[in-house]
């Protein structure tokens, strides 16, 4: 078999980089009771760097003991790529939302071979999912794997807005006191109302993690939260977005990207939203009408937005979301710290062996299947329309 591995490039200094840290925490489960993923072995230690090219996220040795080939590229968009050329003898592509490599209907018909598309993540809106569903291609991603890095990431982010932090950073870095300027747009979290949009894996453990600030919180999913989990978290349910963002201070972005969510937050949204709100998205920038977010923030409609997923990825430097004012934006690392990475790449691996050895892949890890939805995907995408 021939594994087609599309990853981010080694970093410019170097590849391995010097690591902060000797260790991570050993994980073993999910906060729901899942566990973290159970390959055979590994052929890495946890902690390094396995999403850019070199570090090939720990498949090499396996994949090749037992006679498949793997090729790694980070040349995905340009006319003639790498992974153009690759993906027309490729059994098998693996592919980070980080660096999607975006196989829409034109490549899937350009892959005869083509079975299985592994998300070495969480998301798999790169992959044309009806072209999928219609040539049998099985998309598996690694269900949880940096669900919680994710949240954390979000909590960070609608601190760092509210509290006005980068700024405030920025000063400190330029060598000033200006302590005037900088408290101007500075407010406490304590008090506002947090609204979740989608409530899943990760927009509940964002939830469960704001709690302790004592806001209110929100939220909207098309599945209700069990009461218990309601009555634990002392959130307010609301049946559309429409009835939950204008109730809201902060708003924080957890659904899939699909045709229900695709441009959802446009004008018009934002425009029923209070004045000064904060919008964080670390779901999909294509839920967000880029250039609304621009006006918005530019009228002061919104106080500030943030998130590390854009549209497309890697963002041209011009992307307007580089220089619009008030803005807390990252690449998308949120899902790809190196906690992250030492998951997701032993559930790429235990998602490999089950398919390489005629074996079933977890149901949770599914997201097309057998010519249809499957699994999380069933639970979460909307297939058509798009
Ligand atoms: P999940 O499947 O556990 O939760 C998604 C929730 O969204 C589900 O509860 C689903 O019912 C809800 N939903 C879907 N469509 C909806 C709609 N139209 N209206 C209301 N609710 C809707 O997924 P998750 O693990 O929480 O991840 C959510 C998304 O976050 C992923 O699909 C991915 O796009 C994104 N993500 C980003 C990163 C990152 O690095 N930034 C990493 C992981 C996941």
Request: glycine share 10%.
């Amino acid at each position: 078999m021939k594994v087609l591995a599309v990853l981010y490039p080694d970093p410019a200094g170097g590849y391995p980089p010097q690591y902060a840290r000797d260790s991570i925490p050993v994980i073993d489960r999910y906060p729901n009771g899942q566990t973290t993923p159970t390959p055979s072995g590994l052929d890495f230690t946890p902690g390094e760097l396995l999403g850019s090219v070199s570090g090939e996220l720990g498949l090499r040795g396996f994949l090749e003991a037992a006679g498949h080939k793997l090729v790694v590229t980070s040349d995905k968009d340009r006319e003639g790529s790498d992974f153009d050329r690759e993906l027309a003898s490729a059994d098998v592509v693996i592919s980070q939302p980080f660096w999607p490599a975006y196989l829409t209907r034109e490549r899937i018909e350009a892959a005869p071979n083509l079975r299985l598309a592994i998300t070495a993540g969480i998301g798999s809106d790169h992959v044309d999912l009806d072209a999928a569903i219609e040539h049998g291609i099985t998309v598996a991603e690694v269900t949880f794997s940096n669900s919680i890095s994710v949240a954390e990431h979000t909590v960070m982010m609608i601190l760092a807005l509210v509290r006005d932090y980068l700024p405030q950073w920025q000063v400190v870095k330029d060598g000033g006191w200006d302590i005037a300027d900088v408290v101007s747009r500075s407010y406490d979290l304590e008090g506002m109302h947090v609204g979740a949009f989608g409530a899943g894996r990760i927009g509940t453990a964002v939830l469960r993690r704001l709690k302790p600030f004592d806001v209110h919180l929100h939220y909207t999913d098309k599945h209700r939260l069990p009461p218990e989990v309601e009555a634990e978290l002392g959130v307010e349910w609301h049946e559309t977005v429409q009835d939950m963002v204008p109730q809201c201070d902060v708003v924080t972005i957890h659904a899939p990207l699909h045709h229900e969510t695709e441009g959802l937050f446009d004008e018009a949204l934002l425009g029923t939203m209070r004045r000064g709100a904060y919008l964080v998205d670390t779901a999909r920038g294509k839920i967000c009408d880029r250039d609304a977010v621009v006006r918005a923030l530019e009228s002061g409609q919104l106080a500030g937005y943030a998130g590390d997923v854009w549209f497309p990825q890697p963002a041209p430097p011009d992307h307007p979301w580089r220089t619009m004012p008030h803005h807390g934006m990252t690449p998308h690392t949120s899902g790809t710290s190196l906690s992250a990475q030492a998951r997701y790449a032993a559930g790429t691996r235990e998602i490999l062996e089950c398919f390489l050895e005629g074996r079933p892949i977890r149901d949770e890890y599914l997201i097309v299947d057998g010519g249809a939805l499957a699994g999380a995907g069933a639970h979460s995408y909307t297939a058509g329309g798009r």
